[in-house]
């Protein structure tokens, strides 16, 4: 998967968040498509999956941050979505939950910006090229 080994280092700080694992939602949209179709001469470029992504976080210099790891599920990664612009995320968690110290370093690096802008940044690279094809 491309999304595999999107990583993120938080500025200023030797903290590092990355996708682990990538699992592809196979109960949804069949277990995903893409294709390209010719309709009255233009290309139409069709495609519809979704994956949970595992993620780490490494570094940090406190207790508070040992072992943080997660999922971000991202339900609908598909062709309604232009690119720049972000795909609906279904479900963040923070596996044992997020501790009050780091609720807003969480949302902010890894479900609000951070590894979610790489993750955004990686689909529109793959958009780019299934439409290159």
């Known amino acids: 998967s491309t999304l595999l080994g999107c990583s993120y280092s938080v500025p200023d700080s ?3 968040i990355k996708v682990v694992k990538a699992n592809k939602m196979s109960e949804l949209h069949d277990g995903g498509h893409a294709s390209v179709a010719a309709v009255r001469g233009k290309k139409r470029y069709i495609y519809e999956f979704g994956y ?8 940090g210099n406190d207790e508070d941050d040992e ?3 997660g999922t971000l599920v ?3 990664i598909d062709g309604t ?16 939950g997020i501790k009050n110290s780091k609720r807003t370093f969480l949302l902010k690096y890894v479900r609000d910006g951070g590894l979610r802008q790489v993750i955004e940044d990686r689909i529109d ?5 299934l439409k290159a094809t």
């Open 52 to 59: 949970s992504l595992e993620w780490e976080m490494t570094g």
């Open 125 to 129: 690279d793959w958009v780019a090229l």
């Open 81 to 96: 979505v232009a690119s720049g612009e972000w795909h609906d995320v279904s479900d963040f968690t923070v596996v044992g």
């Open 74 to 76: 991202l339900p609908d």
């Open 67 to 69: 072992d943080i790891n």
């Open 14 to 16: 030797d903290v590092t």
